[in-house]
């Protein structure tokens, strides 16, 4: 069962964490112009803590060129560079300070995935606010959370309905770069797919091996498209779901 390659679509995103380590960043800069499969790698990409003496002049230069060669994103980090996921304060006010401060940069991101797979309702207001088609759903549980942590669910893209009103645009995330593996071994591939993989990967020769072979193989069982083409696409026609659907614990 499943569509074939003229009916599915697949589009691929980094979490780029790592936007300050010059070997990283070159991996990462070098793959996105090589465009493996002809996959526009969306760039969601941490910005600069400055809390953290992280540079964000340099910041800026590198996120603006990623985003000539693909959609660009807002990858929030609620704790530290490193500790991705909250442990206090208040996230969804953390993420449209961040938006915020791109904009005034000269920044235009379109997409949003909170670190971690974090996602409550305050941040799905910023999401809205702000604009973005959120990534952060998933196709599936990541199977490090803990009972009781947050994140949200989704099974396709969906226009969601806040209590507030508002509404923002999701494209679940369905595959880490395992997964996509696997299911390509399988030949057991969903309407979309939607591949993840970290700018940390690049460091491993195994894993930029797999991911280069992966996507080729992908684009000839799927129509390889960007994420900001799928969300202007297909998304206007999404069914719409309350957010109450869409959080989990």
């Known amino acids: 069962m499943g569509a074939t390659s003229r009916e599915r679509y697949a589009v691929v995103s980094c979490h780029v964490e790592r936007p300050l380590d010059d070997d990283v960043w070159r991996r990462f800069s070098a793959l996105q112009r090589a465009r493996p499969g002809g996959f526009a790698i969306a760039a969601l990409v941490r910005p600069a803590d400055q809390a953290f003496g992280e540079d964000e002049t340099v910041w800026v230069e590198r996120a603006r060129e990623a985003s000539t060669h693909g959609p660009l994103g807002h990858h929030t980090h609620w704790t530290a560079p490193d500790h991705a996921r909250p442990t206090g304060g208040a996230p969804g006010a953390r993420v449209l300070a961040e938006g915020r401060r791109l904009r005034e940069l000269g920044l235009a991101p379109t997409l949003f995935c909170g670190g971690g797979w974090y996602a ?130």
């Open 120 to 249: 409550d309702l305050e941040v799905a207001e910023a999401c809205a606010e702000l604009g973005y088609v959120d990534c952060t759903p998933r196709a599936s549980r990541p199977p490090y959370l803990a009972e009781g942590q947050r994140w949200a669910s989704l099974g396709a893209p969906a226009a969601v309905d806040l209590p507030s009103g508002g509404t923002f645009r999701a494209v679940p995330t369905t595959h880490t770069l395992g997964d996509l593996a696997r299911a390509l071994a399988r030949r057991d591939l969903p309407d979309l797919v939607h591949v993840y993989f970290h700018d940390t990967d690049l460091a491993d020769a195994r894993r930029r091996a797999l991911l280069h072979v992966s996507l080729r193989v992908l684009a000839r069982r799927a129509l390889a498209v960007d994420l900001n083409h799928l969300a202007t696409q297909l998304l206007p026609a999404a069914s719409h779901v309350p957010w109450a659907d869409v959080e989990r614990l």
